[in-house]
Nanobody, 123 residues
Framework: QVHLVESGGGLVQAGGSLRLSCAAS????????MGWFRQAPGKEREFVAY???????YYVDAVKGRFAVSRDNAKNTVDLQMNSLKPEDTAVYYC?????????????????WGQGTQVTVSS
């Protein structure tokens, strides 16, 4: 059974930083594509970033230059470093895993989801 557990969310002032981490189990992590999504109140879940099995990364335009996704295949973890945070980054952030190696940017591309972690950015 696949489990994804996010951690690292919290409350931060605008301009600050947070680092989210996702611990994965029950899948062949080194060959899995991993993604980060977020969902703000009243909005649909949206893509933030992904990293594929080779370490190739891709970001939504709104976070380019501010967020960085990385993975540690030895620890089965994927992290999202978030810098220069803005109030509009406030959302529940979700880690997602895809059984195949190549990543996607829609929720339909991913097979497994974590429970989410709240990120709140105050102005």
């Amino acid at each position: 059974q696949v489990h994804l557990v996010e951690s690292g969310g919290g409350l931060v002032q605008a301009g600050g930083s947070l680092r989210l981490s996702c611990a994965a189990s029950g899948l062949t992590f080194s060959s899995a594509a991993m993604g980060w999504f977020r969902q703000a109140p009243g909005k649909e879940r949206e893509f933030v970033a992904y990293i594929n099995w080779k370490g190739y990364t891709y970001y939504v335009d709104a976070v380019k230059g501010r967020f960085a996704v990385s993975r540690d295949n030895a620890k089965n973890t994927v992290d999202l470093q978030m810098n220069s945070l803005k109030p509009e980054d406030t959302a529940v952030y979700y880690c997602a895993a895809r059984r195949v190696s190549w990543a996607g940017t829609t929720t339909y591309d991913y097979d497994y989801w974590g429970q989410g972690t709240q990120v709140t950015v105050s102005s």
